[in-house]
């Protein structure tokens, strides 16, 4: 029984054709038009609902799969966040007429910085816990700290030649940590999706000075648009990572183990002395009516031996007339056969007025007497029925 999980497949139909239009975007911006900027309006919602989907799809998937983490899930949420206050929206709010104060764009870069920076600090602890690589966690909190910090303070003062050098700083920094991943990741397996992440991370980054300068009308005919959404490809190929050779490997192999474990024999444990009770796999069972539990309990002193019709009904109902007493016995071999293939039991076998029990997996004290495995010390055999004197006896 194979199974695949839709929602990732859905993501990366989508994201291909944000590809596609991300690049048709960056051609666009050789030629200043009217069809630039209406294609460039369209992108931006597309790619917006594109993300909006995408942070869903990691939710699901950290819930029900195995293709997302609380890292990647805070990554892409600061990824989303970070594109709806980028130069896109800038964009967007011109091509709709609409003004707004000068303060607003040095806001928004502020904010776009701050979850990049947030977005390349998730992907770091997603590499670190995964892949198992050497805590800088402390490092990573206290150097974007003081880089987001700074850019804040050097943005609110318009210190532009001091913005860049702290977002050109924070790409070093980011290419430095990128280095250092990559040597760590040399005797690591499946390192796909950490490859993948770090190119991200270097895409993120790099477009912070390039955001920067978009403020002084350096727009570098598409560059921060097509870096930016490095990191949106970057989600698609790890999902086909994902997808394609982890989860559908992971599902084969709990499929092979299910169907092993349904073709394994159960282990049942009876107890027959003091009072009966059976185990089947450590859980005790609950039989659907009182004779059911009382016919079996007659299979287990017959151990392995026929129960026929005749035999059943002289133990079980002895004071009843012949119809009836075949009524009740056809009633109990019904529910005790829906039972037991209920709970997936096969130590039963059910013939035309015949009935057999597999004892070769059941774990009896009884028979432990039997065998001379234990010594039996008189304790009472199956005190709640009658009929049980009589293997008792045997015993004695």
Known sequence: MKRTFSYPFILIGLLSINLIFS????????ADSSIYQSIFFGLFIFNAVS???LVTVEAISLKFDRTATKTTLFAIISLLISYLLSNDMLF???????????????????IHQIFLFGFVLF????????????????????????????ITIFSLTKLFIATIIVATLSFIYTSIFTFIYLKSLKDKNDITPA???????????????????????????????????????????????????????????ED?????????????????????SVKYDDKELVFPSRKSKEFFALLIMLRGSSLTLDKA???????????????????????????????????????????YLDTSNIECDYYDVINKKEKYDNSPLLPEYDWSLEFENILK
């Open 313 to 355: 009904i002289t133990y079980l109902w002895p004071d009843k007339d012949v119809d009836k007493a075949k009524g009740l016995y056809r009633n109990t071999i019904m529910k005790l056969r829906d039972y037991f293939d209920e709970i997936k039991c096969n130590n039963i076998t059910f013939k035309r007025a015949e009935t």
């Open 92 to 110: 967007a709010i011109r091509f709709t007429n609409n003004t707004y104060h000068e303060i607003v764009p040095t806001i928004f870069l502020i």
């Open 123 to 150: 992907l770091f602890i997603f590499l670190e816990n995964d892949y198992k690589l050497k805590q800088y966690r402390k490092i990573h909190l206290i150097s974007f700290g003081v880089l987001v910090i700074s």
């Open 51 to 53: 993300f909006g989907l």
């Open 195 to 253: 490859l993948i992440s770090l190119v991200m991370t270097l895409a993120a980054s790099a477009s912070l000075p390039i955001n920067v300068l978009y403020l002084k009308d350096l727009n570098l005919v598409g560059v921060p648009t097509l870096l930016f959404f490095i990191p949106a490809i970057g989600y698609l190929l790890v999902y086909l990572d994902f997808v394609i050779k982890k989860t559908k490997t992971t599902y084969e192999y």
């Open 23 to 30: 690049l048709f975007s960056y051609v666009f911006h050789f």
């Open 256 to 276: 092979q183990k299910k169907e092993e474990e349904e073709k394994r024999s159960h282990h049942l444990v009876v107890k027959c002395f003091h009072s009966f």
